[in-house]
């Protein structure tokens, strides 16, 4: 046990990351902190980053901006909050972009200023530091990547099988079908951000957020030096479940999973990241109360097993599961 | 005089050239022409067009689309009517952009839906004639290069002299500082648009709109090949004075053709174009009821003047100017 506010670090993905942000944002401030953003960083998945009519979107960043910064439709699950789509009904009428893929007003803001400073020469680090500092966030984000890496999904199609854009494949078709595999062409080139391997590695908790472990937590974990930054670090390096009693919170994890072969239960998502202390990266794994059951058989794999109440209906709730993930880590 | 319909090819910038254009689209209908642009080409200023943001904008493609289209905001004198500035408000809150430059949400679409297009690898010409396809103009539209060519100002600011971005100067200090020079780095090795130097050879009539001459009509006539297409057409060129009773109609052109020391008057714009029998570029100048006085100093140039009433008031009074303008090309 640690009285001082540990330095945490985050990887995540776009709702499930958001909301367990806020909820460690807050677990930071509790501890009279002001700046939580010294304490607490975020690696944020930016697989599913893409261009469209020549606008630069990072869902996932965004997601997680908009939710810190408070302004987030958190009913709808994306974008912003009195969101109204007067440009995406012009770029309709224009046959520009994708009819399926709304681009809201206020959205669009975020895009285009994202863009302009990619055009002026900014790395997306340094975009994503800038977007930072519209609204006191108290968390540091960091991209994974400067390097632009793809999504692409191999799908059966009756049939066929073809690729498409991940967003292709998320939006317009809503998972409906069946994915076969996921890749992110060019990520082996990849680099680490700056600063995210340090991040890592200065770490007193490294949590991996309860966000979809294929097509969230997988892409970062996919660039090169992740791994060993996860498996060197002096941190804990807990997981939080995405999946409670057998089934996703929210997203489409399960079907992601199906992919890998791997069943949707909060057991085998910790198989999947595997035990640190067996080459894996995982030392604690927090499961809902609801998966109790399962301790045993995760205990099994080499990973600590701690139980909590999971689900995050605010923010106090999930203030809660983010004590809880510092409590698996040692700290409290 | 000939009763068939000719082929016009009309030089355009902005407002005087949307408004000289409908006019002129309205003389071709009234011939019972319907596809009107196989009939009328305008060749269309591109000198101010800019990356802002990120986003490629086309002022001067813009307003003649959108006055074409009848989607024009005829009051303000730019951009879509029934526009709102939702994105342009988050790009102030962002540090994005020009704050003293709105970009309008419908408009937005037109320049993001550019952008796109462009960044898919084409070319200004296809992207105008995608533009164009969404409305029925009755105009072909071209832009007068495909070479992206900024003009800049250069202007006395109190003690200092020093150069800006045409945009900023007419934009955010509404001409208010004093210009002494106007340039278009680069236009010396741009190219005439595909098609341009056709619709210049091949007209029967090729007019000069009254639009700016210095900075709607000059950056054409900078385009290399131009002078000579013009010189080498077998149409009449007619120029039609965007000067009426020594002022402007709108605009600024009294003080851009002060930086190159002409006086504001219909007989001076005509020097400045000159007479073609004379190595210059006008046929025929069409003054104003107002500047009837000016008839012999313009025929004294070498320039056959005629006298109509010039106010472009209405669709009626636009197609009545361009009406006069046909008849002083020879064609009725």
């Known amino acids: 046990m640690n009285a001082r506010t540990p330095r945490i670090t985050v990887l995540a993905g776009g709702v499930g990351g958001s909301r367990f942000l806020v909820g460690m944002r807050e677990t930071v401030r509790r ?16 697989g599913d980053d893409l261009w469209l009519s020549g606008i630069r979107l990072q869902p996932d960043i965004d997601s997680i901006l908009y939710a810190l910064a408070g302004v987030n439709d958190a009913e709808r699950g994306w974008g912003r909050r009195e969101e109204t789509e007067r440009v995406a009904r012009e770029l309709r009428s224009w046959g520009a972009g994708w009819p399926w893929f709304t681009l809201g007003d206020l959205d669009l803001g975020t895009h285009i200023a994202r863009t302009g400073w990619l055009r002026d020469g900014l790395t997306p680090t340094q975009v994503v530091e800038l977007l930072g500092r519209r609204w006191d966030l108290g968390v540091r984000m960091l991209p994974m990547t400067d390097t632009e890496v793809d999504t692409l999904v191999t799908v059966r199609d009756g049939d066929d099988v073809r690729q498409l854009h991940f967003q292709e494949w998320w939006t317009r078709h809503r998972a409906a079908l069946t994915p076969l595999r996921f890749d992110n062409p060019g990520i082996d080139s990849a680099l680490p951000a700056p600063g995210v391997t340090e991040a890592i590695l200065d770490a007193d908790v490294v949590v991996l957020a309860p966000s979809n472990p294929v097509v969230s937590i997988g892409p970062i974990l996919a660039v090169p030096g992740m791994r060993t930054a996860l498996q060197s670090t002096k941190a804990r390096v807990v997981g939080v479940s995405p999946i409670i009693d057998g089934a996703v919170v929210r997203g489409m994890a399960d079907i992601c999973l199906e992919a890998l072969g791997v069943a949707t239960s909060a057991d085998t998502v910790a198989a999947l990241y ?13 499961v809902a109360e609801e998966d109790r059951a399962l301790v045993p058989a995760i205990r099994e794999i080499g990973i600590r097993a701690l139980v909590a109440p999971l689900w995050m209906h605010g923010g106090t709730a999930s203030a809660d599961v983010a004590e809880a993930a510092l409590g698996a880590s040692g700290f409290e």
Do not use: C, F, P, S
């Open 31 to 46: 501890r009279g902190i002001d700046r939580a953003q010294d304490h607490l960083v975020a690696i944020v998945n930016t």
């Open 274 to 286: 595997g035990a640190r202390e067996r080459g894996g990266l995982l030392d604690a794994w927090l």
